[in-house]
């Protein structure tokens, strides 16, 4: 059983993101900083992996609904 999985993109905001399945937390690397969402349900994870874009789609599936607190930046 896969638990966890991490994308590349080619995204202008978002440069990566790994979903772990078991404890439905995603992590979203941007350029300059990551952020951990709790609780993503694995359908919206699959909503923004397979997106056109994944800054719409974070948008859209995840920010609306998903607590998140910033975990690194490179200021």
């Keep these: 059983m896969i638990t ?3 994308s590349h993109y080619n995204s202008s905001t978002v440069k990566s993101a790994a979903y772990n399945v078991e ?6 690397h941007f350029n300059h900083a990551s952020y951990l969402y ?3 349900e694995l359908a919206d994870w699959n909503l923004f992996n ?3 874009s994944q800054g719409k789609a974070l ?3 995840i920010k609306p609904k998903y607590e998140f607190e910033k975990i ?3 200021d």
Aim: aromatic share 4%; glycine share 0%.
């Design 4 to 6: 966890s999985t991490h």
């Design 23 to 28: 404890h439905k937390t995603l992590i979203v």
């Design 38 to 40: 709790k609780d993503v």
């Design 50 to 52: 397979m997106a056109d």
């Design 59 to 61: 948008n859209e599936f």
């Design 72 to 74: 690194n930046s490179e």
